[in-house]
C-alpha cells in the first residue's frame, strides 16, 4: 500500500512553492507593515500569523504536487495538473505584488478572485489524478477564500 518516498522528488516539489513564497515575501518586505497602517475589516487576524499559515500551505501544496508527480496516472493528466498548479502559484505570487507593493486593493481583489477559480480548477484536476492530493490544497482554497474577504474589506475600508 505504501511505497518508498522519492525524496528528490519530494524535495524537488516542495520547492516551487516555497520558493514562490519566500520570494513575495522578500519582494514586498519594506510594504508589510503596510498591514498595521490601514483599516481592516473584522476577523482580521494578527500580521504574525499570515506567515504560519502561508508556510503549512506552501508545504500542504509542495506535498499535493509530489503526490501528482509520483502518481501512476498518464504524463498528459499530471501536465494539464501542472498547468493549473503553476498558473495559481503564478497568480499567488503577483497578489503580494500587487496588494502590498501597489497598494491596488480592489485589482488584487479581482486578481485573488481568479487565483481562486484556478485553485478550484487545480484541486478538481488534481483529484482525476489522486484525491489526497486534491484534499491537501483545500485548505489553501478555504484561505484564499478568507483573504479574498479580507482584501474586499480593505478594498472598501480604504
Known sequence: MFSAINLRKLVTSL???LITGLSASFLTRGN?????????????PPSAVFPI???????????SLYIVRVSRASVKMKKVGYIFYAL????????SIV????????????????????????????GKV?????????PYLVWCLFALYLNIGI????
Do not use: C, E, K
Not at 32 to 44: A, F, K, N
Not at 53 to 63: E, S
Not at 155 to 158: D, R
Open 88 to 95: 495559481q502559484l503564478f497568480f499567488n505570487f503577483i497578489w
Open 130 to 138: 489522486n484525491n489526497v492530493a486534491a484534499y491537501l490544497l483545500i
Open 32 to 44: 508589510m507593515d503596510i498591514y498595521q497602517r490601514i483599516s481592516v475589516p473584522p476577523l482580521s
Open 155 to 158: 478594498a472598501i475600508l480604504n
Open 53 to 63: 499559515v502561508w508556510t503549512i500551505l506552501y508545504i500542504l501544496m509542495g506535498i
Open 15 to 17: 520547492l516551487p512553492p
Open 99 to 126: 496588494f502590498f507593493n501597489l497598494g491596488a486593493y480592489t485589482f488584487s481583489a479581482l486578481w485573488l478572485a481568479v487565483m481562486i477559480v484556478l485553485i478550484l480548477f487545480n484541486i478538481i484536476w488534481f
